[in-house]
Nanobody, 115 residues
Framework: QVQLVESGGGLVQPGGSLRLSCADS????????MGWYRQAPGKERELVAG???????HYGDSVKGRFTIARDNAKNTVYLQMNSLKPEDTAVYYC?????????WGQGTQVTVSS
């Protein structure tokens, strides 16, 4: 069974940067389109960035130009580089497949943007 583990969150000031990482214990992440999702308090979970197994990326309008998704298939890891962070980026961030089939969710990693 796939077990996703996210890391790299924390508290950062507006305008700051963070890099999130996601790995899976089953080593099948590398064969799948992957996405980073986030869920803010009182809001639904949303997809903010996606990347195909071949490296083609797409982004939500709210993060375009500020976030970059990348993957290292040799390390079975997906990354999210977040720059120019805003208070509205505060959420728990999760990785998962980008598609109709979703794996069990990991614990996520909390990102808090505040001065």
């Amino acid at each position: 069974q796939v077990q996703l583990v996210e890391s790299g969150g924390g508290l950062v000031q507006p305008g700051g940067s963070l890099r999130l990482s996601c790995a899976d214990s089953g080593s099948i992440l590398r064969f799948n389109p992957m996405g980073w999702y986030r869920q803010a308090p009182g809001k639904e979970r949303e997809l903010v960035a996606g990347i195909t197994s071949g490296g083609t990326t797409h982004y939500g309008d709210s993060v375009k130009g500020r976030f970059t998704i990348a993957r290292d298939n040799a390390k079975n890891t997906v990354y999210l580089q977040m720059n120019s962070l805003k208070p509205e980026d505060t959420a728990v961030y999760y990785c998962n497949r980008d598609g109709q089939v979703i794996w069990p969710w990991g614990q996520g990693t909390q990102v808090t943007v505040s001065s």
